[in-house]
């Protein structure tokens, strides 16, 4: 079965600071993982897919197989920042078109 | 361009009341979801639709049924509503299964409350 762990429900940080917001997924073929991110009381929306490699508002997210992992990282936090993130990993097979979803991390970016 | 729009955006009903949650999207996406989001459980996926014509269960299905009205629209009924189904309801849809330039693009949400 495939699962998203984020490990942490809150995270606090001062502007400037570097932020990570960790993922780790299981998944037993190559799998494919998206950030997204959720400002308060807005929709969801598409922050970063790691086949991209692109970097969207600052942020990065490296896929390391190794550690199953696939954080997200920003080195300067602003307080713009400050929402759930949500780590997502695609299905395969018969459920190559469903997403499966961490359960999320709060950001708050203090000033 | 809306893209994914949901109706109404907010609803309390009394339990055993039953209501239709809208979900209509024009991106002419084939597949479109339905996910729950409850604080700490992150979003969970009630039924899906790969395409027109098609639908299956997601990871929490009891309680609820869906209706692809056409390519566009995709609509999930609660029957009988209870406390636990309080929630915010979102639908989503997305190009095609196989392919994932933007993956899902998400609809504002719907927040119900069951007393």
């Known amino acids: 079965a495939q699962r998203v762990t984020q490990p942490e429900k809150l995270l606090s940080v001062f502007k400037g600071a570097p932020v990570e917001l960790k993922c780790n997924y299981s998944?037993?073929?190559?799998?494919?993982l998206f950030w997204y991110v959720q400002y308060s009381r807005q929709r969801l929306q598409l922050l970063l897919r790691?086949?991209s490699r692109e970097s969207i508002k600052g942020f990065t997210a490296d896929l390391n197989k190794g550690e199953t992992s696939f954080h997200l990282k920003k080195p300067f936090a602003q307080e713009e920042d400050s929402a759930m993130y949500y780590c997502?990993?695609?299905?395969?097979?018969?459920?190559?078109?469903?997403?499966?979803f961490g359960k999320g991390t709060l950001l708050t970016v203090n000033p | 361009n809306a893209g994914v729009t949901q109706t109404p955006k907010f609803q309390v009903l009394k339990t055993g009341q039953s209501m239709t949650l809208q979900c209509a999207q024009d991106?002419?996406?084939?597949?479109m979801y339905w996910y729950r989001q409850d604080p700490g459980m992150g979003l969970r996926l009630i039924y899906y639709?790969?395409?027109?014509?098609?639908?299956d269960k997601g990871e929490v299905p009891n309680g609820y049924n869906v209706s692809r009205l056409n390519k566009r629209e995709f609509s999930l009924r609660l029957e009988s509503a209870a406390p636990s189904q309080t929630s915010v309801y979102f639908c989503?849809?997305?190009?095609?299964?196989?392919?994932?330039?933007?993956?899902?693009?998400f609809g504002s949400g719907t927040r119900l409350t069951v007393v």
């Open positions: 790691h086949i």
């Open positions: 998944y037993s073929g190559s799998p494919e």
């Open positions: 989503a849809s997305s190009l095609d299964p196989g392919l994932w330039t933007h993956g899902y693009t």
């Open positions: 997502a990993l695609k299905g395969s097979g018969g459920s190559n078109y469903k997403l499966t």
């Open positions: 639709s790969a395409s027109e014509g098609t639908t």
């Open positions: 991106m002419n996406h084939n597949s």
